[in-house]
RNA sequence: GGAGAGAUGGCAGAGUGGUCGAAUGCGGCGGUCUUGAAAACCGUUGACCUUCACGGGUCCGGGGGUUCGAAUCCCUCUCUCUCCGCCA
């Protein structure tokens, strides 16, 4: 959520900077001010008729100590009209509370100035590509033929006991899978970040912590009996260990990772690019976080691009990091790199991993504050990124390492993990 | 699932209708003393909204009610703890 100070002072810029995302947010920010103009008119009203009230009140108290009796119930008799005009009054200022509450949900982050203008996935622009494509000596498989051929993932036993989009790991299969999520929390760990093994379960406030609620609640399993949410990512219960804080000074950078289950209901996207891997319900994913003083977001985003290229580098593959522009950035972010991979049967691009800065937008959610150095409380910001997602990966892996023979080499940092160079 | 207890400031913990945003202790911060530190002593120490400011207002788990006045009384929801049962 934006800052309703940040709409007062700068209803231009925000105005502006949400037309890179091809909203035209005008009309919502006049009625924000608007409203928000009234608010200020009814509250200013309603708080010197609460203190007028407070003093009559404490009047009454002393009139009754001194046994003034008939004074007291003469006091009285003043409260009532007043109170009349206080019950009035609060009605209309927490309307207009809520009015513009809604209204807020509605606007998303405002794009970083270095986020160009643009509708959808191909206005995104290429800052990188690193590596080339395979050369195969004859066709590569694509990952779902090869993971039947070799037994190593079974999609239709997930169908059996779960759904479509529940696959079953099995055998080097599964133990691939374990090698990937170990593989990267180990450089994580390396990098800095801290390790957690979160809830895979969250509540209600967690979920408008991090903004999938309440608009996305669609995308989320909803365990309607205890009113609790599968999480469609480690983001949500990692950022949320830091809602309602306010850190004690200004020095600080937290650095999180945890590897989680994520689960997604992805409705409205059957049918296209659901094949295998591509897109699941369930995936694993290791996620890292970070919570920055506003100075360091700059930099902790930068590092975090590194980071995730450096993994790739390490798993030898070749991709590419695109940095969004405002039409296909999600609603927190003030700017997201996507990383995909250059999958060499599919010959298309899987995005594995999405690093983003949310600036206070998530922060003003939580209530994630810091004290300044002249003692005063401030949002700070949030950052996250995936390192990574492990379908899409596995996906790449598979068939970027094909062989001649059919056989599939394991990447050489995996070896250490998988405890086998080879599949086939 | 059954029975009971409880939810107060960073923590512990008092407070059952008016002077309580809240005693006291611990912790934190500042100071005195000290070569330095500890101890001792003194002071200070919540968040939010509004206002240029002075000030004003709100918040004692959430919501509602009674009252001139609620941390305190009533209703309701949520959560936590203890015991029993069940289970890893």
């Not at 390790?195 to 903004?211: K, L, M, R, Y």
């Not at 593959?317 to 996507?338: E, P």
Request: proline share 4%; net charge negative; glycine share 8%.
């Amino acid at each position: 959520m934006l800052e309703i100070q940040r709409i007062r002072t700068e209803k231009e810029a925000v105005i502006e900077g949400l037309k890179k995302r091809n909203i035209d947010a005008t009309a919502t920010v006049e009625e924000i001010l608007k409203k928000d103009q009234e608010w200020r008119e009814s509250k200013s009203e309603l708080e010197s008729i609460a203190a007028e009230l407070n003093q009559i009140a404490k009047e009454i108290g002393d009139l009754f100590k001194q046994g003034k009796q008939a004074e007291a119930n003469a006091a009285k008799e003043r409260t009532t009209s007043l109170k009349g005009k206080e019950a009035q009054l609060k009605e209309v200022v927490s309307g207009l509370e809520n009015e513009i509450q809604q209204l807020m949900y509605t606007l998303p982050n405002v794009p970083n100035e270095q986020v160009k203008a643009g509708k959808n996935e191909l206005d995104n622009e290429i800052v990188d590509e690193v590596g080339s494509k395979h050369i195969f000596d004859g066709e590569p498989l694509p990952h779902w033929e090869l993971t039947k051929k070799y037994d190593l993932i079974d999609f239709e036993l997930g169908v059996k006991i779960t759904g479509a989009g529940f696959p079953v790991y099995k055998g080097k299969g599964a133990k691939l899978q374990r090698a990937l999520i170990q593989f990267f929390l180990d450089e994580a760990e390396k990098a800095g970040y801290e390790e957690f093994i979160p809830p895979h379960v969250v509540n209600e406030a967690s979920g408008i912590g991090t903004g999938q609620l309440p608009d996305k609640e669609g995308q989320m399993y909803h365990c309607t009996v205890d009113d609790l949410y599968l999480i469609p990512t480690a983001e949500v219960p990692l950022t949320n260990i830091y809602r309602d804080v306010i850190l004690p000074d200004e020095n600080f950078s937290i650095k999180m990772t945890g590897y989680t289950p994520c689960f997604r209901r992805e409705a409205g996207s059957y049918g296209k690019d659901v094949r295998g891997l591509n897109r699941l319900h369930q995936f694993d994913k290791v996620e890292i976080v970070r919570i920055e003083h506003p100075d360091n977001t700059a930099k902790a985003l930068d590092e975090m691009v590194e980071h995730v290229r450096g993994l790739l580098a390490k798993l030898g593959l070749h991709y590419r990091i695109l940095r969004l522009c405002g039409g296909d950035t999600g609603f927190a972010s003030a700017m997201t790199y996507d990383f995909e991979v250059f999958s060499a049967a599919q010959e298309k691009w899987l995005e594995v991993s999405s690093v983003s800065r949310f600036d206070t937008f998530q922060a003003n959610r939580l209530k994630l504050r810091f004290k300044t150095a002249d003692k005063k409380t401030q949002l700070a910001h949030t950052l996250n990124g995936s390192a990574l997602a492990l379908p899409r990966i596995v996906a790449a892996l598979l068939e970027n390492y094909q062989n001649a023979d059919g056989s599939i080499t394991i990447p050489e940092v995996l070896v250490p993990y998988t405890k086998f160079d080879k599949i086939g």
